[in-house]
């Protein structure tokens, strides 16, 4: 997310957090409300891995998320 991104969606629910209302600390991340999905591949010697493509793009979007 961009600076203003952020600050956009840190206002979203006040500067709280979306789950327990508490104040938003300088370190929060943002979670999708609905799950974009990502792909994963199988690595031999890693195991399963997410390649970062995303399969929902279309739910990669401020409104979707929330400050966690």
Known sequence: ???????ALREKFGGRYAYCGEELGDRWHADHIEYVERELAFVPGKGVVTTGRMLRPERDTLENMNPA
């Open 1 to 7: 997310l961009s600076k203003s991104q952020r600050a």
